[in-house]
Every structure is written in structure tokens, then in C-alpha cells.
């Protein structure tokens, strides 16, 4: 996707160039796969060039709102089953992280409590959605690129405030400090992402374990 975007800059001037580049940011924070983003991107640009040659407005193409043009993509790709993988691939992929990080603790023989697992598998979960969220919510808001990187650098850092908050509760009032074993809860933690991992197939037939690489 990178190359195709550094080509695409070269290519595309102008306006052409911001809307391009604002779309596929807006894309690559919705939570479509990456080879979805990739096609798309690549149609775009293609159709971008065409009219920057013919001499016609980014507005016969993407409509006066490029929001709205862009949720029609999402929208066009994202069926309920696409959305509930997503949120169960995110989930499974923090627990296999914590699973990996108990074991390393086990390997090395370090102390490991339970609250540090569970708050490293939320963040792990969370921290995507964070980045994400301001990347859909402000690259339409304003113009020029040092706006709109420092808007969302902000927007982040308030939505990491009741994050931060979140996780003094789960310290404080839910997960007991309490020492465990590594490789134990390792392989607790990759028996529950089997569970999930059935109880999942059993909505969506289609998905399969190179599902969480590749997407459904």
C-alpha cells in the first residue's frame, strides 16, 4: 500500500492529490482489511488520474461530501458479519499478545500478576480504536496537513485521558494484585481464543484461523 501511495503522490497534484490521500487515511481508519484499502486506493487513484488529464473537478467524482462518499465504500464492504470479525479478530490478537507476553515472563523467570495481563490485553485491544477514531473524525475538518496532524494528535491524547482512567479502575476495583504462574495463564489465555474461535465460526461458517491475517 505504501508504494501504491508514493505513486500515487507523484502522480496526483493538487487537489486530486489532498482527496486521494485524505480518503485512503479516512479508509485505513475504518477497519477494512488491508487488501480491501488496497484495491480501493488503487481504483481511486486510477480514477483520479483519468480526470485530473480530462480536466475535470474532484466534485463530478466524489460528490460535494467526501465523507459520505467514503462511508458509501465502507459501507459497501462492511456487512454485520464483517464488523463482528473485526472486533473478535482485535480481541483475539490482544489475547494471543498477552498469551505470548505470560510465557516470556515464565521463560524468564520475572514475577507476573494478574492485573498486569489484564491491562496489557485492554490496551492492546483499545489503543487501535484510539488511533483510529480521530483519523476518521478529523481528516475532513480541516485544511492543510500541520492542522490536521496537530488536531488529531490532540483529539488522541483526550481520548487517552478516560483510557488512562479505565485502568486505575480495573487496578484499583476489579483485577486483584495477585501473582501467576506464566505458563499457565499463556495456556488459559490460548484456550479461550480457541473458544472464541468457535464460538465465532458457528456465526460466520466462512472464517478460518488464516482469517485473523488475511480478513474474511
Not at 57 to 84: A, H, P, Q, Y
Not at 100 to 123: G, M
Amino acid at each position: 500500500m505504501k508504494k501504491n501511495l508514493n505513486k500515487s503522490e507523484f502522480e496526483l497534484k493538487g487537489e486530486y492529490k489532498d482527496t486521494y490521500l485524505d480518503i485512503v487515511i479516512y479508509l485505513s481508519g475504518s477497519n477494512l482489511n488491508d487488501s480491501f484499502v488496497t484495491e480501493v486506493s488503487e481504483d481511486l487513484k486510477d480514477l483520479f488520474i483519468t480526470a485530473q488529464e480530462e480536466g475535470r473537478g474532484i466534485k463530478e467524482i466524489v460528490g460535494k461530501n467526501i465523507e459520505i462518499f467514503c462511508k458509501d465504500i465502507i459501507n459497501s464492504n462492511k456487512s454485520k458479519k464483517v464488523r463482528l470479525f473485526n472486533i473478535i479478530k482485535n480481541l483475539n490478537w490482544s489475547l494471543f499478545m498477552g498469551a505470548i507476553l505470560s510465557i516470556l515472563f515464565y521463560i524468564f523467570n520475572e514475577e507476573l500478576s494478574l492485573n498486569t495481563i489484564v491491562l496489557f490485553i485492554f490496551n492492546f485491544f483499545i489503543v487501535p480504536y484510539i488511533v483510529k477514531v480521530p483519523l476518521r473524525k478529523l481528516v475532513f475538518k480541516y485544511k492543510g496537513n500541520i492542522r490536521k496532524i496537530v488536531s488529531i494528535v490532540i483529539f488522541t491524547l483526550l481520548l487517552i485521558i478516560p483510557t488512562a482512567i479505565i485502568n486505575f479502575i480495573i487496578i484499583i476495583q476489579f483485577v486483584p494484585v495477585v501473582n501467576v504462574n506464566g505458563l499457565y495463564s499463556g495456556v488459559i489465555i490460548l484456550f479461550i481464543i480457541g473458544i472464541i474461535h468457535i464460538i465465532t465460526k458457528y456465526k460466520i461458517k466462512e472464517i478460518n484461523w488464516k482469517s485473523y491475517f488475511w480478513g474474511i
